[in-house]
């Protein structure tokens, strides 16, 4: 079919397997060296700011103020826990320590080890 000399083979293999290698690479790179992209806001554009931190005071909830709905946006609060909260917080007043939030029915020391990171007073 075709009759290609043996300099025109060479020069086939040759370009094949720079094809296949160029695509081994851009396959590599797109799916296995995927860079990791964090977007950061304009006011954390300084070093000197901690990314995570700012993530987390943003995400922080003021529990003697919080309506049941933004309590539940905390790590394993639900609407009933949430609802508990409020009410434990209309019942007996503010919380004054973070701790105040186990003796609500229903936080124990493993829940609120995993909310207290989250959660302020002020």
Do not use: C
Not at 22 to 42: D, E, K, M, S
Not at 63 to 80: F, K, M, Q, R, V
Request: aromatic share 12%; net charge positive.
């Amino acid at each position: 079919m075709f009759n290609f000399t043996s300099q025109e083979k060479k020069a086939l293999i040759t370009l094949s397997i720079f094809a296949i290698l160029g695509l081994a690479v851009l396959g590599y790179r797109n799916y296995i060296a995927r860079p990791q992209f964090n977007v950061v806001p304009t006011q954390l554009r300084s070093a000197e700011v901690d990314y995570k931190a700012f993530i987390k005071q943003k995400r922080m909830i003021n529990i003697n103020t919080a309506e049941a709905n933004s309590l539940e946006t905390l790590p394993n609060i639900g609407p009933h826990l949430a609802k508990e909260i409020v009410d434990y917080r209309n019942a007996h007043g503010r919380f004054f320590f973070k701790e105040d939030l186990m003796k609500v029915k229903g936080i124990g020391p493993k829940k609120f080890n995993e909310i207290k990171e989250y959660i302020t007073l002020e």
